[in-house]
């Protein structure tokens, strides 16, 4: 293991921040995976994943079995990570302006279209190379803003290069679920057997530019773009979504750390016998049949679903209690589907999104993620 230190802008005079980051294998051997956890900094199930994952790499690397370069970064967000209000962890959205640590991300693709028009050619291979340096070029010339977008910056740069693209993150009650590309359905379908999701949830554009789809949609993107040039798609990416904030345990850690192991050597990043893939718990189904459970009025939440639930359209999801008058208001199923997340609040304000239940038909457009 190689370890190294990307020196960020200081919060404050004297308040400097780093990102550690983890390499394993050779530098430059492919394929390239990139894995980083707790972007959302107080999203800690990923962290211990990424611990006990680390674990697992340093003995294969020893044993030799690390035939590509696996990039680790196990701790993503040193900002989030020190934020605390009334002793609260807010790792999610930075404090000195409100953004969301996970959006905002830069689109590249039309200055990379413009900077590599006119130079692709008929060997996909080549162009996947041209892309990747046009890409790494125009991720340099960005100039951020403020010290979140210089995080955003170096991590978008150690990540976009890769193969592949492990985000760890995790909602608040949650059954295992994961985020992808569309087009990236099929590379992420071992994973999503391998680590028990419940949901396998697709989509071009979810909007606001998330980190994983910084990675990946260039990709998409660009191919369209250039349909008479053959364009491999050169960075599958996705969103791994561990459960809920209070599951972390060395049990679910070590799971996590072992579905990556044996999803990796699929991918040939690890020397080994092809594990078994267990049958997968769901299919994949599109971002935009995921629906929001809304709360209907102000009061005590009482969840009468669990997590992992299938529920139908119109089953009662929770009952939203008035602690002044006793009226009950019944919260209720958008469509048929798995409730696959819910809030770890048990009191309501109306319109608040309760809960996230994954449907079938596509009934949602716009932006498609939660704040």
């Known amino acids: 293991m190689r370890t190294e230190q990307i020196a960020l802008a200081p919060l404050a005079p004297g308040a400097d921040l780093s990102l550690t980051v983890q390499r394993f294998g050779g530098q430059g051997a492919r394929p390239r995976i990139y894995v980083q956890a707790s972007l959302h900094a107080d999203e800690i199930p990923g962290m211990i994943a990424a611990h006990h994952l680390r674990e697992r790499l340093v003995a294969l690397e020893n044993e030799g079995r690390i035939t590509g370069e696996i990039v680790l970064v196990p701790s993503a ?126 989509a071009d554009v979810s909007g606001d530019e998330p980190f994983d789809e910084a990675c990946s949609r260039p990709w998409a993107e660009l191919a369209d773009r250039f349909p008479d040039h053959p364009i491999p798609f050169g960075c599958h990416s996705t969103t791994l979504e561990f459960r809920g904030e209070r599951d972390v345990s060395h049990e679910t850690g070590r799971a996590d750390a072992a579905a990556i192991v044996d999803y990796l050597i699929l991918r040939g990043a690890i020397a080994g016998e092809a594990p078994q893939v267990p049958e997968a718990l769901c299919q994949a189904t599109p971002l935009a049949a995921s629906e929001p459970v809304q709360a209907p009025a102000y009061g005590i939440l009482v969840f009468k679903a669990n997590i992992g639930d299938r529920v139908r359209e119109g089953d009662v999801i929770a009952d939203v209690i008035d602690p002044l008058t006793g009226a009950l208001a019944e919260a209720k199923a958008p469509c048929d589907g798995v409730m696959f997340a819910r809030i770890a609040q048990r009191f309501a304000t109306k319109g608040m999104r309760l809960a996230k239940v994954a449907g079938i038909e596509a009934r949602r457009t716009g932006k498609l993620l939660s704040a």
């Open 77 to 202: 967000n040193p900002i989030g990570l020190a934020q605390r209000v009334l002793g609260d962890h807010i790792g999610r959205f930075n404090l000195s302006d409100g953004i969301n640590f996970n959006r905002g991300y830069p689109d590249l693709v039309p200055k990379v279209a413009d900077r590599i028009d006119g130079k692709l050619t008929g060997d996909g291979d080549a162009n996947v190379r041209l892309i990747r340096e046009a890409l790494q070029a125009e991720l340099e010339a960005w100039e951020p803003a403020n010290p979140a977008e210089v995080m955003k910056k170096a991590l978008l740069g150690l990540a976009q290069g890769a193969d592949i693209v492990l985000d760890m993150h995790c909602d608040s009650e949650a059954v295992v679920h994961l985020y992808t590309h569309t087009r990236s359905e099929e590379a992420f379908a071992p994973l999503s057997g391998l680590i028990g999701a419940h949901a396998y949830l697709l």
